[in-house]
């Protein structure tokens, strides 16, 4: 985990860990980063950040629901919404669709969701679906491939500005992990 806490070299920019599939270890994360759920809010856009584990087949849990319906609650229906979660949200994906994602989404539906960010699904896809920008990444470990063949490891950069949001994926090469 130290070494996850480093970002890339080139990064000048806020970022923020969720834990992923392979982060279970009880305790390990949040020692190194802090809650599995949190809010963060950046330049008066609001981040719900969701710990989606286990995922793929279980649902989030009835308290992980609550909490969003909790900061949802406390945030202003015009405020920037992205909800970010390791399993994809993403109506299309290829692979590893939340469950009850349907559900997860509708609890926003009230709100400005801009986005909605994963990873899990080792691959680059992007899609708008009514308005909402979602995405997963390539993988970035030195260990795993990219589920969809492609060679490119990286990282996504995410550019809010005057209530729009754009992505932009940043390869890294080896030496930079």
Request: some cysteine.
């Amino acid at each position: 985990m130290p070494r996850a806490k480093r970002p890339p070299p080139r990064l000048q920019r806020p970022w923020q860990p969720l834990r992923g599939n392979h982060d279970l270890t009880p305790g390990v994360f949040g020692r190194e980063f802090g809650a599995l759920n949190r809010t963060v809010i950046c330049a008066g856009w609001k981040l719900l950040l969701v710990d989606s584990n286990p995922g793929d087949n279980p649902p989030l849990a009835a308290e992980q629901l609550d909490w969003i319906r909790e900061q949802l609650k406390a945030t202003d229906a015009n405020t920037p919404l992205v909800l970010c979660t390791h399993h994809p949200l993403m109506p299309h994906t290829k692979s590893s669709l939340l469950a009850g994602a349907d559900q997860v989404l509708a609890l926003c539906k009230e709100h400005n969701l801009k986005a909605a960010l994963a990873g899990h699904y080792h691959g680059n896809q992007e899609e708008i679906a009514d308005g909402v920008l979602f995405t997963t990444t390539a993988c970035l470990s030195t260990t795993r491939s990219n589920f969809d063949g492609s060679p490119a490891k990286g990282y996504r950069l995410f550019h809010c500005r005057n209530g729009e949001i754009v992505t932009e994926f940043v390869p890294v090469q080896e030496r930079d992990r």
